[in-house]
Structures are given as C-alpha cells and as structure tokens.
C-alpha cells in the first residue's frame, strides 16, 4: 500500500563549497609558544551515512569507537580492576617516599610526612565548600564528617569497614585494610607508629576545621601488629 513517502518531494541538496562551508573558520592558532598560519583546510567530504545511502558502501564503525583506537588496539579494563591497579601503585609509591622518610632524616622526616599530609586539609575542606558540603561547619556533625573521610578513602579504593558509628557515644571507627595482607600495604617498617600517625594528620587536621569538638587519631596500624589500620573519630577531651 502506497504511503506518504511515496508522494513526498525533497528539496535538493545544496551545493556548498568547502570556502561556504568555512568562512568563519579560524586562520590562526594559538598557544603559550606563539601564533601561526592555521593548517591546510582538509577537502570537504561526504558523511558516512550519506555515503552509506548514496552507494552503499559500507561505513567504518570503528571511526565512532575512540577507546581504544584502532590504530593502537590495547586492552582496556574494567573499572575496578584500574582502581586496584592504580591503587597499588599509589601505594607503592607513595609508601617507598614517606616510609624512607624519617629513616633519611629522622625527626626531620617525621615532621616532613606530618607537615606534607597536614597541608592537604585546607585545600579539601574550602573545595568541599564550594560545592555545598561541610555547610554546617565548623559544627558539623560526627556523621558528616565521618561520611566526607569514607567518601575520600572509597576514591582512593581503600576497603573499608566501619567497626563503629555510635553516635550516641559520638564516636566513629573505620577500619582500612581489615584482615589481610597482614603486612602495611604502604611497607612501613614494622614497629613505627609514629610514621603512620604523621600520615593521618589531614584527618586530624580536616575534622578540626569541620568541628573542633572532634578530634580524629589511628587507633590502629598493622605497622604495630594490628589486623587493620584504624581512624577513631571522637570528642576531643582537651576541645
């Protein structure tokens, strides 16, 4: 049965020149080295599909798929299996830094990795700001602010546990690393608490800035024989 495309009258095609087509095309680049002539305008060509319907010819589908290139057909990964990879990197690499550290320099050191985790504080308390969290500080509660600190360790694909969240008795625990390896995924040297509570001056520092009421410390490090590494958030007796 004849239907509507059967009597339908298509304007035809324009015939627009590559010079029609790029009038206001730039003539110039641009950058921090300098200016220069705009490259030789490539010939104008037909699309794919119009292509496609004109002749038939098959079209490329590959020229929509960008990752990877066909040019370089590598490998790509599940997401998670690039947040443990690069997870184990960051630990590699930045544990081999900062464990080495006071070994170096001794109470320099210690006070390097304790300054250097401090400093990372301000810089995320004002960017959590300015997109509408910590509204409540520098009263927010126990809950917020343990809430921001997961958020935080789930970027960096830290496994957690949350041992505790009373907040009745206003204290929360979160628990990295539960279980196994048994041994400190960053390789701090056995027996040096002192290292790993430098580490998490941007969680003392940060709950300060949320709430001086609390105060956050590591209850728990496998550097000292313990099955996790622990953050305790609580009242701070000396507030």
Request: one cysteine or more; hydrophobic letters at 35%; a neutral charge.
């Amino acid at each position: 049965m004849p239907g509507p495309e059967d009597t339908t009258k298509y304007p035809e095609r324009p015939k627009m020149t590559s010079e029609d087509v790029n009038k206001r095309a730039p003539k110039k680049r641009r950058d921090h080295y300098g200016e220069w002539d705009a490259p030789t305008m490539p010939p104008l060509e037909k699309s794919q599909m119009l292509e496609w319907m004109e002749t038939g010819k098959a079209e490329d589908p590959s020229r929509y798929v960008m990752m990877p290139p066909r040019e370089v057909p590598y490998k790509k990964l599940p997401l998670a299996t690039k947040f443990i990879s690069a997870n184990t990197r960051h630990l590699k690499e930045i544990g081999a830094f900062r464990t080495m550290m006071p070994e170096l320099f001794g109470e320099a050191g210690y006070k390097a990795v304790d300054d250097a985790y401090a400093s990372f504080a301000a810089g995320e308390f004002r960017t959590a700001q300015a997109r509408g969290m910590f509204k409540n500080a520098p009263n927010c509660s126990l809950q917020e602010i343990a809430a921001f600190i997961c958020t935080v360790y789930d970027i960096q694909n830290f496994p957690i546990v949350i041992a505790e969240a009373d907040y009745d008795k206003e204290v929360v625990r979160v628990q990295l690393y539960k279980g196994l390896p048994k041994y400190c995924p960053y390789d701090v040297r056995q027996g040096d608490y002192r290292l790993c509570a430098a580490t998490a001056s941007y969680e003392r520092d940060l709950v300060k800035m949320c709430n001086p009421k609390y105060r956050a410390y590591l209850s728990r490090t496998k550097a000292i024989g313990d099955d996790c590494c622990e953050l305790t958030i609580d009242v701070d007796p000396d507030a």
